[in-house]
């Protein structure tokens, strides 16, 4: 935790940062700068790292922060908080830039997500039930941290080799966080090299399949994957296959099923892999390589207050930058409009 407030204390200051700027025809200077959002909640569950990766994301970005953990980690919440705030007003800054509610009961949770008079953004850290109950409660702005199911697709391009290594990877390295794979697709040309030799591979690792008729073909110790398979965020050692037909198809299959996280080929053709980076609708695509490197830290952030499935205002892993908005700033030299 102390690391990675000391990568986010490393990064720019992304408030005043003019992102663009431009000059009107009868003179008027237009410039449009990053500014603080305002007080931003996040509510999660269990992991107590949260609550120093927000507090540290959300004062280098200018914005106050009220935090809600769960009571299953409301002790180490409490002390981390309590050692931000003294050193928060050590330095001169209000120690209620940071706030902790100790009160873990749903009905605060609630009631936090409806102060529309008080907070200017939620973000929630946690599973499906959090994310429902604030979809169906919240009054204040949302950034929906959502599922993950990821996909990986094994284009006939592929060098099989190189996919097997990065289909185990992203399946069973770490497999409860929102960036492994839960499913893979596997274009036909090659499923009868590749299929069998991955599913061994996953299966030796304790992995369970469950497939599609077609990819059932090519390993038919795999199990019958449903609709709802397809569909599902396992966080778990199951993984669900297709067999495609074709590039398309595979986009097809993905959009349908996917989530908008993250979204991985693994092709050596760079059409193909231009192709699936236009038309698959997440808000990270892979091009060979596993879609576990979808974090803030690996992407050079520092930290993540999360990552985002929605497509306003953040999308991707959310730093110091999609803690931040703009406004404009118009300088002229007594203009009035005719």
């Not at 690996?298 to 908005?325: C, D, V």
Request: proline content about 4%.
């Amino acid at each position: 935790m102390a690391g990675g407030l000391r990568q986010v204390a490393s990064l720019a200051d992304p408030v005043g940062e003019v992102l663009d700027q431009w000059t009107r025809p009868n003179g008027l200077a237009i410039s449009k700068v990053r500014v603080p959002i305002g007080v931003i909640a996040i509510i999660y569950e269990n992991r107590p790292n949260v609550t120093s990766d927000a507090a540290g994301l959300c004062l280098k970005s200018g914005n106050a922060t009220i935090l809600r953990g769960s009571s299953t980690a409301l002790h180490s919440n409490v002390a981390i908080a309590g050692l931000l705030r003294a050193a928060i007003g050590k330095e001169g800054l209000p120690p209620d830039a940071v706030v902790l509610l100790e009160d873990t009961a749903h009905e605060t949770a609630v009631e936090l997500m409806q102060l529309t008079d008080y907070v200017d953004c939620l973000i929630p850290r946690g599973g499906h039930a959090l994310v429902q109950s604030i979809l169906d409660n919240a009054k204040v702005p949302t950034v929906i941290d959502g599922d993950g199911n990821c996909h990986v697709y094994v284009d006939a391009a592929a060098d099989l080799d190189e996919a097997l290594k990065i289909v185990l990877n992203a399946k069973t390295q770490r497999t409860s966080v929102c960036n492994a794979a839960e499913s893979l697709v596997v274009h036909e040309a090659v499923a009868d090299e590749f299929l069998p030799r991955v599913c061994e591979a996953l299966a030796a690792k304790g992995v369970e399949l469950v497939g599609d008729e077609a990819a059932r073909q090519h390993y038919p110790a795999m199990g019958q994957a449903s609709d709802d398979d397809f569909g599902r965020e396992y966080l778990d050692m199951k993984i669900s296959i297709a067999v495609a037909p074709d590039l398309e198809a595979a986009i097809d299959h993905i959009n349908r099923y996917g989530t908008g996280h993250t979204e991985a080929i693994l092709t050596g053709d760079p059409a193909a892999a231009d192709r699936f980076a236009a038309a698959v609708d997440a808000g990270t695509v892979m091009v060979n390589a596993s879609t576990r490197f979808t974090d803030g830290e690996e992407f050079g952030f520092g930290a993540e207050i999360g990552i985002s499935t929605q497509k306003l205002h953040a999308r991707g892993p959310m730093a110091l930058a999609e803690l931040t908005t703009y406004k404009y700033v118009v300088r002229g030299d007594g203009q009035i409009r005719e």
